[in-house]
């Protein structure tokens, strides 16, 4: 089957810098997606990677590993408006997007 | 900004009444989707429509349907609910989803409470 894990919950401190992973099996792979999701709001994309590599966009960076099945997701300079769920997603052969749980990152002062 | 707005946002009702989840895109984009998200799991593709025609059904109970008019409307009609189908309704589009960057533009959902 096809599967997306991530930690369901994290906790960073404002002004540090935190990385939320993504390992996945799926049919086939035609790119790797990131999503923000504030609380009752509906999730807004922040990255797209098909190539081995980091991809860097300001404060947020994404990398992935094809080899490897994985992706991580990197925020820096963490500000209390970074407090958010972060979804990962592939999309597989048939391009169907995958969707893993979504990670929720809480943000202390 | 989101250019995918969802009425109503949150909707109450009982197991034998009948409902309607609006979706409209101002993207110009050619297909929508149904998403349903519960609490710490993976969103769930329930239908997806290009260019007005249906092209996806995951496997989704009957007393869901979906109504797509034209390319900016998207409905979902729900009839005889169970308690389980208390969800986030999540309404996106896209260009092209054929296309491997194709991103997904998401609505602010539709929170759903069957009594």
């Known amino acids: 089957g096809q599967n997306i894990d991530q930690p369901t919950e994290m906790t960073a401190t404002e002004g540090a810098i935190v990385q939320i992973n993504c390992t996945y099996q799926t049919s086939g792979f035609n790119g790797l997606f990131w999503y923000q999701q504030h609380a009752g709001e509906a999730p807004t994309f922040l990255s797209y990677?098909?190539l081995d590599g980091l991809e860097e966009k300001g404060r947020f960076s994404s990398f992935l590993s094809r080899s490897k099945g994985y992706s991580y997701l990197l925020l820096k300079e963490l500000q209390m408006k970074d407090s958010a769920s972060y979804l990962c997603?592939?999309?597989?052969?048939?391009?169907?997007?995958?969707w893993g749980a979504g990670t929720k990152l809480i943000i202390k002062p | 900004e989101t250019g995918v707005t969802q009425t109503p946002r949150h909707l109450v009702m009982g197991m034998t009444n009948k409902k309607s989840l609006k979706c409209e895109q101002h993207?110009?984009?050619?297909?929508m989707y149904w998403y349903k998200q519960s609490a710490k799991k993976p969103l769930e593709l329930m239908f997806v429509y290009n260019f007005k025609e249906q092209t996806e059904n995951n496997s989704v109970p009957s007393r869901f349907s979906p109504e797509c008019p034209n390319s900016s409307h998207l409905f979902l009609h729900l009839h005889t609910l169970q308690p389980e189908d208390s969800a986030l309704y999540l309404c996106a589009s896209s260009q092209d989803p054929g296309r491997p960057t194709d991103t997904q533009y998401f609505g602010p959902g539709t929170r759903l409470t069957v009594l």
């Open positions: 990677n098909v």
């Open positions: 997603a592939v999309l597989d052969s048939n391009y169907q997007l995958i």
């Open positions: 993207l110009g984009h050619n297909a």
